[in-house]
Every structure is written in C-alpha cells, then in structure tokens.
C-alpha cells in the first residue's frame, strides 16, 4: 500500500516508517521543513508538506493514499484546548478525504479511553465516553467515519518509550530540573501503562495490515508501572531528590501537567496479542530510565 504518514518525522512516526517499508509498503511522509524532508527521503521516504494548521494539506495528501496512519500531534500543553482543537480539525480532514474509500484509517489514541472506571484495567472493547480528557477527541471524530466506508481503526498509546523520550515521563524531566526535586503524589501507586517504540512501530503496521472497521488495539507491553518507582528512576538518573506531595502542592510543581499526576491508568493489551499475534520486545520503561543519557537530554 501507497501509506499517507503524518508525523513521519516524530519519535513514533520515524519508528513506523522503517516497520512499512520492511514490510513492502511505500511511504508518504509528512513534514514541515526541509530538514525533515532531507531526513524522509534519506530513509526512502515520499517527503510531503504539510502540517496540522492546514487541513487542506491533509486532505490532498491522504486523497493520493491507499491508506493513512495519523500519528502527528501537537504537544503544547500551555495551550491545552488550543491544542484539541486542532487535532480535531485535522482527524475530520483526513477522515473526509477517505469518505467513501474503504480505505484504512490508523488513528492514535490514548490506552486511558478503554478504562471503565478510574483506576479500572483498560481493555479494547470498552470506550469511556465521559473521559473528562479533551484528548478523546481523536476517537469520537474518527469514529463518524465509520458510517461513511472508512477502515478507521484505534491504535491507544500508553508512554511510548526508549532512552531519549518516554511519552508524559520527560516533560517531567525538565520540571524535575526546574524544580530541583523529582516529585509524585501521595504514595505513588497510581500507574501508567508503558510499551517501547519499536514494538508500538510494529503494532502500527499490524493494525494497519490485520485491522478491521471499528477495531481499537492497545499498544501495551507493561500493564501498569507505579508513579513511584519511575520518579525514583529519574531522581537516581538526574541526581534529584525524590518527594511526595500532597494534593494541595501538585499545581505548583507540575504546572500544566498536573492533571496527570493523579491518574491510575494501567491497561490490557491481552485481546490485541491474540487479535494480531503481536508480541512486544524490549526493555520497560524503567529500565530504559536507567539507561538514558541525561546529559545528551539536556543537551537535546
């Protein structure tokens, strides 16, 4: 298949692409600058212009595709609702470029929207409507184009990782230098579920080859991993002490994320391994804490 990639140039979308091309497919990859268009054509990529405040860009390019995979997403948090909706806009121009198609549709959710209850097991075949986080906005928009013959299929992210980033973790690395101490809320039991990039690279392709219409998968190697020991990783990493707050303190240390310093969010992913035979390899999340390079983070 000819695969329309937004965020080619990201830290997910760069491990998909080698998972698409291993696997006979070609890539067009979205990019907004010419040093990432040297960087997909380097890597036997399509390079295509586009960006996400312009959903005329999208259309074209997923209207040239037998199939896209939508992984690109603004991360600033400062402007949190600013930043929704302009996810929104972008799934419903691509979603409107596929109408009719029957064309598949890979689209990047988040492994908390399967959660039936705070602090409950996320599983696939649940979908938590009333999710107060904004972010649901990827699966309701999409899932309209269910009823117009497009192959949209869920792939839900738990924190994605390798020694350079860690999905919600390393925002905290720099409010943990910031601040001087490495902080987690009460007693640090509540979890985030974790998977490594390059088995979420092949997940990617999987849903894309194996999916069906309707279909969510939850890219999860680590079913939940406490606040706790990942912030006792990055106070052993960065030399900072380790300390826990009360509710009262959260704002002041976290800022914009302190919305997610209480979440419990642990997640299954036992119906995708058998769904897609996939099996996830690779270190965990804490051990991938251990082994990072701070001082090349720093330096990034």
Known sequence: MRVFLTGATGFVGSHIIPELLGAGHQVLGMTRSDAGAETLAAAGVEPYRANLDDP???RAGAQSADAVIHCAADHDFANFMAMIEKEGRAVRALGEALSGSGKPFVVTSGSGFGSPG????????VFDAANPNPRIISETASAKFLEHNVKVIIVRLPQVHD????????PLIEIARAQGRVAYLGDGANRWAAAPVKAVAQ?????????QAGERFNAVQEEGVAARDI?????????????????????AYFGPFAMFASLDMPASSAWTRQRLGWDPKG???IEDLRNMDYGAVAAH
Not at 163 to 170: I, M, N, P, Y
Request: hydrophobic residues 40%; glycine residues 14%.
């Open 283 to 285: 270190p965990g999340l």
């Open 118 to 125: 705070p602090g409950q097991m996320a599983t696939e075949d």
């Open 203 to 211: 997940l990617y392709r999987l849903a894309l080859e194996q999916g």
């Open 163 to 170: 020694t350079r980033r860690q999905g919600l973790v390393s």
């Open 231 to 251: 912030a006792e990783a990055l106070g052993a990493g960065l030399k900072l002490p380790v300390v826990s707050l009360t509710p009262d303190e959260v704002g």
């Open 56 to 58: 005329d860009s999208l």
